[in-house]
């Protein structure tokens, strides 16, 4: 059974031919307080955004997008990740000009069952597809070309590629089938490391939104759900805490990693309101976070934060009485990129329910034509 959702200092572990194993605490890091919400419909008035470009998503027979979509940026392309739909990855460029699709849902040596998450390399234009539901992994290149495929033997839900053919995979909590949440194997499928113990009694989470996040030092971020603590993670398999968040009264209580089964885990946390953690992007001068506060009997509360790194403060925005609220930037941030643009992206109904905000963005006429049965349309946030 899965609960669906939609550390001071640091641990060094030396890579050799045998494995390595640690325990890691919760804890650590910069400790962020989550305080001073503002109401999220000001979030996009503020003095840190210098402008907004709409750029709608070419729509045809070939490219048509899924309910709930993510999406990568990686240089001047955008990578649509069709995981309600199609199955496929669809290429976009700057423009929203559809360009080509990447992967094929199926049982052939060249295809997956199903994508978990998907990483691009931004050097080689390699995407990366992981599918947890047969345990492989397909390598294409970004015009949709077969390049490589393996299984591995470990139960992952997701995935990223590491040096040297090595593969991060996050293994999260199984019900006691593993006693760690990330391993490390390499080019053999041979465990290097294994980090962050998995208590038996923790209900295993499905992780909606990555677990492992590019960071702009070239470090890679894990983000787990109901841990407010982020890690980064090295190819050389140390643990650094990089974040730890807290929530206050809406924290995940301690003693839901102390219960006696799974099943009194989930019974403690559902009698009383908690904070899952969705997202989070580190670039160069921004952070960005997304989490949801769940109450027993009332309808979720979304949460953003932001920071600009050189001000070394917080900003904290909520959306109340989701996923009731319509407004036009619940749910909407994807990613955001080195050069201060965050991406939204907006399906064309909540859009359309909302053209009296229209006039916010700087080529408001490019959505003239919008229809309900479009694809999602990206918004371009430009960052002070």
């Known amino acids: 059974m899965k609960l669906n959702y939609a550390i001071l200092g640091c641990v060094t572990l030396l890579l050799c031919g045998c494995k390595a194993t640690q325990k890691v605490n919760r804890g650590g890091g910069e400790v962020v307080v989550c305080d001073s919400l503002q109401s999220g419909d000001d979030m996009f008035c503020l003095e840190f955004i210098q402008d907004m470009e709409l750029i709608p998503l070419q729509t045809s027979d070939s490219s048509l997008i899924g309910t709930d979509p993510e999406l990568i940026v990686s240089g001047t392309d955008y990578y649509i990740i069709d995981q309600n739909g199609s199955q496929r990855i669809l290429r976009y460029d700057t423009n929203g000009r559809f360009l080509n ?3 094929n ?3 052939g040596a060249q295809e997956y069952l199903k ?7 931004s050097m080689s234009n390699v995407i990366t597809i992981f599918s947890s539901t047969d345990a492989k992994i397909c390598s294409y290149s970004n015009t949709g070309d077969f390049i490589s495929g393996r299984k591995v033997n470990s139960q992952f839900s997701q995935g990223f590629p590491a040096k040297n053919g090595n593969l991060w995979l996050y293994l999260g909590y199984q019900n006691g089938a593993s006693d760690y949440r990330v391993r490390q194997v390499d080019a053999q499928d041979r465990p290097n490391v294994e980090l962050l113990t998995a208590n038996e009694n923790v209900m295993p989470v499905e992780e909606k939104f990555p677990v492992f996040i590019p960071a702009s030092d070239g470090r890679i971020l894990l983000r787990e759900s109901l841990n407010p603590t982020v890690y980064a993670l090295t190819g050389e398999g140390t643990v650094v805490p990089r974040y730890s968040f807290d929530f206050g009264e809406y924290a995940v209580p301690e003693e839901y990693y102390e219960q006696s089964s799974p099943m009194a ?3 403690l946390l559902m009698k009383r309101p908690f904070t899952i953690l969705d997202r989070i992007l580190d670039r160069k001068n921004y952070v960005v976070i997304q989490a949801q ?4 009997n009332v309808a979720p509360m979304l949460i953003y934060g932001i920071k600009k790194k050189n001000e070394n403060r917080w900003l904290w925005f909520n959306f109340e009485d989701i996923p009731n609220n319509q407004g036009l930037w619940v749910n909407s941030i994807q990613d955001l ?3 201060d643009e965050l991406i939204c992206l907006v399906d064309p109904i909540r859009l359309l329910k909302n053209s ?3 006039s916010i963005f700087k080529n408001p006429e490019v959505l003239s034509g919008l229809n309900e049965e479009d694809n999602p349309v990206l918004i371009k946030c430009r960052l002070k």
Do not use: C, F, H, L
């Not at 506060?293 to 027993?296: E, L």
């Open 356 to 358: 009296d905000q229209w």
């Open 115 to 121: 994508i978990s998450n998907m990483v691009v390399d």
């Open 293 to 296: 506060v769940q109450y027993p």
């Open 101 to 103: 699709r990447i992967g």
């Open 105 to 107: 849902r199926g049982k």
């Open 337 to 339: 990129t080195d050069n």
């Open 265 to 267: 885990a989930v019974e």
